[in-house]
């Protein structure tokens, strides 16, 4: 079959994937409900459809408080991780930038430290603290980057990534240990949680909105400065403005899913380059795809973090991480054997 036959199908198959990992994320639990039940519960909760499910009420209230936003948040957010990896890479030209590796997210992570210790009646100051840092951290990582010019080859702008991310944890650390009492809670959120209902799903939703369309509406140029700069400016794109408005973009999902989930590492790394394996490289299909099989993951390792050790459940960033890190180093083993 060829690949412009194939790639219908293959959408198709993301789409469904999504569908599949939320109808397992809202039936994985430990209260016994099957796949019918949910699907008419669901249908049941659109407008102008009555359907009777057969649960009783406890487990209607269990779906619609619990299981549903959790999924929600956790396909939204892993949908704007894998979406920001995708941006971070067409920018930087870099098959490894990631937010996690880029300092955006431990920039945002120090941010949302300072203002959980100096301002914690202060919520909905969160996400606005979060982009700050993210940016902060990218730039900067970015600058350093660039202090060793192009003679560093690929792996240069991730290992200026790692250093600014080692020094904002550092200075992350020495802020938390000035409010103890807050330990806890900012230890829990950073390693990574999406349980936190409808208040959660509704803060990330606005900054989702606006940074995934500003995003997607930048593919085609993103493919034309894949070719040059040269090339797009003859076909009058500014380079520099582009990229400036895909960075913020990218660095905007990426403030959004560290306010309300904590940081959850790789999915950035591991998500693009799944999906250029299998749909190729333009970015109007990446970026897009980055979308619909990040949230799919994140659903899928969410549901994976609540039953693998229940009634006890992992921090999600621990499980991305356990699936991350091992992809990460066949990635960087893939681009150094493509430099030589």
């Not at 569908?19 to 669901?42: N, T």
């Not at 103890?180 to 349980?195: F, H, P, T």
């Not at 369309?213 to 797009?232: C, F, K, N, Y």
């Not at 959004?256 to 904590?262: H, I, K, P, R």
Request: glycine share 12%; no cysteine.
């Amino acid at each position: 079959m060829r690949a412009g036959k194939a790639r219908p199908l293959l959408v198709a198959a993301a789409a469904g994937l999504l569908l599949a990992s939320m109808l397992a994320g809202l039936l994985g639990g430990a209260a016994d409900i099957s796949p019918r039940q949910a699907v008419l519960q669901a249908l049941d909760w659109l407008p102008l459809v009555e359907v009777d499910s057969g649960l009783a009420a406890v487990e209607q209230a269990l779906l619609a408080d619990l299981r549903l936003p959790r999924v929600l948040v956790a396909a939204t957010v892993g949908g704007l991780l894998a979406v920001a990896g995708a941006g971070y890479q067409g920018v930087f030209r870099n098959p490894l930038a990631d937010p996690y590796l880029l300092g955006a997210a431990a920039g945002a992570g120090l941010a949302v430290t300072v203002v959980i210790v100096a301002l914690p009646g202060l919520a909905t100051s969160i996400p606005v603290a979060a982009f700050v840092g993210a940016v902060g951290g990218v730039m900067l990582a970015y600058a350093l980057g660039n202090t060793a010019g192009r003679a560093g080859g690929t792996a240069t702008l991730v290992l200026a990534g790692v250093a600014v991310t080692s020094f904002l944890t550092a200075v992350q650390t020495f802020v938390q240990q000035l409010e103890v009492e807050q330990l806890q809670k900012i230890y829990s959120w950073i390693l990574g949680d999406v349980g936190g209902g409808w208040d959660q799903f509704f803060l990330v939703l606005p900054y989702a909105v606006v940074s995934v369309t500003a995003m997607l509406a930048h593919g085609r140029m993103l493919d034309v400065l894949s070719v040059g700069d040269d090339e797009a400016a003859s076909l009058g794109i500014r380079a520099a403005r582009v990229r400036l408005a895909v960075l913020l973009a990218a660095s905007l999902a990426t403030a959004a899913a560290v306010a309300v989930s904590g940081l959850i590492g790789f999915v950035g790394i591991v998500v693009p380059h799944i999906v250029r394996r299998i749909f190729g490289g333009s970015y109007r299909v990446v970026l897009p795809l980055s979308l619909v099989v990040g949230a799919a993951f994140l659903v899928l390792g969410d549901l994976l973090a609540r039953t693998v050790m229940a009634p006890a459940e992992l921090p999600i960033g621990v499980v991305t991480m356990f699936v991350g890190a091992p992809f990460f180093v066949a990635v960087l083993r893939m681009t150094r054997k493509a430099a030589t």
